[in-house]
């Protein structure tokens, strides 16, 4: 057993630092030993080290955490891409985020990671055909981490939300590959119209503190959305829109602005 896991870990990189860091942790910090071996470090594989999480956080009378853990398994081990997402996030995490130094850290103590993998198991419910135990789930994390994300909603992998509280998907969303926003940032409708209603958020997209986009409209790739925006129309790609209601207010500041994370609006040849 012990070959397997040594041959999975190569082929693993980011599992393989996760529980290297994760043993260094157990010897700065003994009082948490028995948490990170249960968490990480007893587990094989990183999608179980998650399932037995993400359970352990979810779990309630109504869904005991060895029944969500056995249910997150069968996500898992269904659609290896969510393990493949899970990665590109945890990666996006630790290369985005100046607070995070590691991959145990945003594993086991980043509620907005949390938050995510939740909708990404809920997701696979949704696809499933088990659309109420995908509304439990969703539920839950809204209860858990104030992260509200309808199953149904499309993301992308390489997903960073920084602090996360507040962040609102709507059902019919789509949020594409190496996206960051910070808290209380909402996708959502403009009122009580049916079907698809809800933003497009292309690749590269930085939603900043407090962004509102609202509609059925498009975010262009690379796009900056400045703080405490209400945008309403759609956004050209490689530009950076603020206000109330947004306007263009200049470029995006960067060719990759989801990774840079610049979220000043300095535009000296633009008068706001």
């Known amino acids: 057993m012990a070959v397997v896991a040594e041959k999975f870990d190569f082929c693993d990189p980011v599992w393989t630092a996760l529980r290297a860091q994760a043993e260094e942790l157990t010897h700065s910090e003994p009082s948490l030993a028995s948490f990170v071996h249960a968490t990480v470090l007893k587990h094989d594989r990183l999608e179980d080290a998650l ?8 779990g309630t009378d109504e869904l005991s955490p060895m029944l969500a853990r056995e249910i997150f ?3 898992l081990v269904a659609d290896p891409q969510i393990g493949e997402a ?24 980043f509620k907005g ?3 995510l993998q939740c909708y990404r198991i809920a997701h696979w419910m949704w696809n499933a055909d088990r659309d109420w ?6 539920n839950r ?7 509200d994300i309808h199953p149904a909603a499309q993301i992308g992998r390489g997903i960073f939300f920084d602090h996360a509280t507040g962040i609102v998907i709507g059902e019919t969303a789509v949020v594409e590959d190496d996206v960051s926003m910070l808290h209380g940032v909402t996708l959502g409708g403009t009122g009580k119209e049916k079907g698809d209603r809800h933003p497009k958020i292309r690749r590269g997209v930085m939603l900043s503190v407090g962004a509102k986009v609202l509609g059925n409209i498009e975010v262009g790739e ?12 759609d956004v050209p790609p490689h530009t950076t829109v603020a206000g109330v209601p947004a306007k263009v207010i200049g470029q995006a500041g960067s060719e990759r602005p989801s990774q840079e994370m610049n979220q000043s609006l300095e535009c000296p040849d633009f008068q706001i």
């Open 141 to 147: 994390v809204s209860e858990l981490f104030a992260v």
């Open 133 to 138: 135990l995908a509304y439990f789930v969703q």
């Open 73 to 75: 398994q069968e996500a």
């Open 113 to 115: 990671f949390h938050a």
């Open 51 to 58: 399932s037995y999480h993400l359970a352990s956080k979810l």
């Open 222 to 233: 690379f796009s900056r959305v400045g703080a405490g925006s209400v945008v309403l129309k």
């Open 86 to 109: 899970v990665r590109a996030d945890l990666s996006a995490i630790f290369e985005r985020d100046p607070a995070c130094h590691s991959y145990v850290q945003a594993f086991l103590f």
